[in-house]
């Protein structure tokens, strides 16, 4: 009985080594796992080497040089404002009207005095012919008067004359003598007399001139053809001279003022020194505007120089005091390459497709470029006509990574 306890868990022992002994044998075996490299499937683009220009997205503000600040010429009160603010006005348009009644008594005084100084000036010239025609009568009785003077002499040396006929006669020449010498006086003054009034009329003319045109201001007109930009005033406003009643501005002098980035600078101002002709545009309201570099600032700060830009098309979409985004052409680059953004990695790499493998290389940015699509200009030496540039943009992208184009 013992034995048969030892013996029975042996016998049961063998017969299961034995089964797996004969199923090991006689099992398939299983092949070795395959481990098969990731292929990315990607877009890519032939490089096309060109001469291209780069563009540059600048902002920048509506301004005006030029805008007219129009005054009341004198003391008014406004009958009527024509205008509104926003308004286009055309040249020579009424925009607003002053009572006339404030003018009209200054204007009529400036030509009374005028006309009264040219009448004396007339007079004058009348008392000058006068003077000279009584002169010579005046002469001629100094003449008698003094002969008879003489003749009383002759007469009281022969004692046949009075002594008192004598110095009648002295005092009647002495008297004569003194009213030749106060019109000589008087002819001789003429001519300061003459000018002393004609510096008046001068004086009275300006004077007229002046009140003619206060009271032909009196209804102020648009200069030029142009936007009103404020009205300051309205009916029944009181106004003192000087005071600001509207102001307006001309499209022809909007331009745009724009800050250019300092990596910038140095090439846009050669190529402005250069005569290149630099230029932007937008769309804008259904309409495109047009731009052209015309001067740098004088100054300049770390972050950049401004730009102003004349507006050569679309002005009237535009008003003051309006923020731009527009492109600015910049000078033309050659062996340019335009890719889309996302083919580039870290502002400066690429990557080009060649046998099967991604293969990164250094490029260098020349600037935004807008064909269909807004895409950025790059230029390497590594890129040459031909060349498939991977344009996918993978997260894990490395040289050597495996990749097939997609059509």
Do not use: C
């Amino acid at each position: 009985m013992p034995a048969r306890k030892i013996i029975l868990p042996i016998a049961v022992l063998a017969v299961g080594v034995g089964t797996f002994a004969y199923l090991k044998s006689t099992a398939r075996e299983q092949p070795a796992a395959e481990i098969r490299e990731r292929i990315w499937r990607v877009e890519v683009q032939e490089v096309v080497p060109r001469t291209l220009t780069p563009t540059l997205t600048l902002y920048g503000q509506v301004e005006t040089p030029k805008r007219l600040k129009a005054a009341a010429p004198a003391a008014s009160i406004v009958n009527d404002v024509v205008v509104k603010e926003g308004d286009r006005v055309i040249k020579h348009q009424l925009l607003v009207r002053l009572d006339e009644r404030d003018f009209l008594p200054r204007l009529g005084q400036a030509r009374a005095e005028v006309e009264e100084l040219r009448a004396l000036i007339v007079s004058e010239d009348n008392r000058y012919q006068s003077d000279q025609q009584a002169l010579r009568h005046e002469e001629e009785l100094l003449a008698l008067a003094r002969a008879e003077v003489e003749r009383n002499k002759a007469l009281q040396k022969r004692k046949l004359g009075a002594e008192s006929a004598l110095d009648r006669a002295r005092q009647d020449a002495a008297r004569q003598a003194l009213t030749v010498t106060s019109r000589r006086y008087s002819i001789d003054d003429h001519r300061a007399r003459l000018e002393q009034l004609k510096a008046r009329l001068i004086r009275a003319e300006a004077q007229l001139q002046e009140a003619e045109l206060e009271y032909e201001r009196s209804s102020l007109r648009a200069p030029y053809d142009g936007i009103v930009a404020s009205v300051a005033v309205t009916a029944g406003d009181r106004v003192k001279q000087s005071d600001i009643l509207l102001q307006m501005y001309a499209l022809e002098d909007l331009e745009v003022r724009a800050r250019i980035p300092a990596p910038y600078q140095e090439e846009l101002l050669r190529a402005q020194s250069e005569g290149t002709r630099l230029t932007g545009s937008v769309e804008r309201g259904g309409g495109q505007i047009k731009l052209r570099l015309d001067r740098i600032s004088g100054q300049a700060s770390p972050s950049g120089v401004d730009g102003l830009f004349r507006i050569d098309q679309g002005a009237a979409l535009l008003r003051t005091g309006q923020v731009l985004r527009f492109q600015l052409q910049r000078p033309p680059q050659d062996n340019a390459v335009a890719v889309p953004y996302q083919a580039v990695y870290g502002g400066n790499r690429i990557y080009k497709l060649v046998e099967g493998r991604m293969e990164g290389i250094k490029v260098e940015p020349l600037g935004g470029y807008f064909d269909d699509e807004e895409k950025l200009l790059v230029r390497s030496e590594a890129l040459s006509a031909g060349d498939r540039i991977v344009i996918t943009h993978l997260p894990n992208a490395i040289s050597g990574l495996r990749a097939e184009a997609v059509p």
